[in-house]
């Protein structure tokens, strides 16, 4: 079993940037961040592999996000610039064995969430 705790969220103003931190029981998984808006399906924002040279972004945060992540602190973050109001949802960080394993739609554990409000 692993746990998965985010920190980092609240609101910003468009334009602003936030970085969000999950922390981990283990790094010995591919990581991911998510995010679900109200009313909406829940998204793949960006992945990243286990030894982090390896990531994935969706068209929308290409740019503008970067996930990263630090292993002796079992720690992955997503630093999050020039917001906008459309990227407010609450984001979960996600955990499973590998990249390819997520990308296929396979997450083994799921984090509570976080909620980033964007205002405009």
């Known amino acids: 079993q692993v746990q998965l705790v985010e920190s980092g969220g609240g609101l910003v103003q468009a334009g602003g940037s936030l970085r969000l931190s999950c922390a981990a029981s283990?790094?010995?998984?591919?990581m991911g961040w998510f995010r679900q808006a109200l009313g909406k399906e829940r998204e793949r924002v960006a992945l990243i592999n286990r030894s982090g040279d390896s990531r994935y972004y969706a068209e929308s945060v290409k740019g503008r996000f970067t996930i990263s992540r630090d292993n002796a602190k079992n720690t992955v973050y997503l630093q999050m610039n020039s917001l906008k109001p459309e990227d407010t949802a609450v984001y979960y960080c996600a955990a499973s064995p590998s990249l390819s394993v997520i990308r296929f739609g396979r997450i083994d554990y799921w984090g509570k969430g976080t909620l980033v409000t964007v205002s405009s």
């Open positions: 283990s790094n010995n998984y591919a």
